[in-house]
């Protein structure tokens, strides 16, 4: 082995990981090459960080995923020539010896969480724990938990509309839609439609008529078809 494995501190897979997004890795090594480091940090970190790990190219395919062959060998070129991976063999039918590194350039950069969380009154406090949870109280416990929906919450009862707000919503969308056949057609059926399913929303019931077509202009708000005279003598 031409190179020695370094000592590594605590939580050198979860640091080596957080330094990648913080550095953007991605965006100049491409999400192959970063997946490989990661894969490596943690089975170092699996291993207790005791030696080098030993990986063949089918194998680290089948892991992360890659179809073509070639894929391993453009991401391990990747992550060596960037400063994030150290790679060797024996010899060409040897198994790989892999251990991660930290590029000098990266070393400068804070490890701690990318960005602070934000009271809502925006005065920049941190929610952040002391014990590394990132997003918690110091108990570990989250400090602004995301509020679940209550199941036992009722939706707004239901409040038929007069024939003026019906006749202001049509007037608003311009349609041709008859607000006294509207209102009488649901106050007949109890305001339900279907199957007998109540309506909860009467807006949505105005555009189902709208793209029908149904209830247009009533029979006397249309002119009246001029009869002949011959017509007229039959109507009498």
Not at 30 to 50: F, K, N, S, V
Not at 129 to 149: A, F, L, Q, V, Y
Not at 175 to 198: E, I, L, M
Request: aromatic share 8%.
């Amino acid at each position: 082995m031409d190179g020695k494995y370094p000592h590594r501190g605590s939580h050198h897979a979860h640091r080596i990981t957080r330094l990648l997004f913080k550095s953007c890795a991605a965006q100049h090594l491409g999400p192959d090459a970063m997946l490989l480091i990661i894969h490596i940090a943690h089975t170092e970190d699996a291993a207790r960080y005791q030696s080098p790990v030993r990986f063949w190219n089918s194998q680290l395919n089948e892991t992360l995923g890659f179809k073509h062959p070639r894929k391993i060998n453009i991401a391990r070129a990747a992550a060596i020539e960037a400063g994030w991976l150290h790679y060797e063999r024996d010899h060409d039918r040897a198994v790989g010896l892999y251990w991660t590194l930290i590029p000098p350039q990266v070393l400068k950069f804070d490890d701690r969480p990318i960005e602070d969380s934000h009271s809502t009154g925006g005065t920049g406090e941190t929610f952040y724990s002391t014990g590394g949870t990132g997003s918690g109280t110091g108990s570990g416990t989250p400090s602004n938990p995301i509020p679940k929906p209550n199941p036992k919450e009722k939706r707004p009862r239901f409040k038929p509309p007069t024939v003026e707000d019906v006749r202001a919503y049509c007037l608003e969308r311009s349609n041709r839609v008859n607000p006294d056949q509207f209102v009488d057609h649901y106050q007949a059926n109890g305001w339900t439609q279907g199957k007998g399913k109540p309506i909860r929303d009467w807006q949505a019931a105005v555009r189902t008529w709208e793209r029908n077509g149904l209830a247009r202009e009533s029979r006397q708000d249309q002119p009246r078809k001029q009869l002949t005279p011959i017509q007229a003598r039959g109507a009498k």
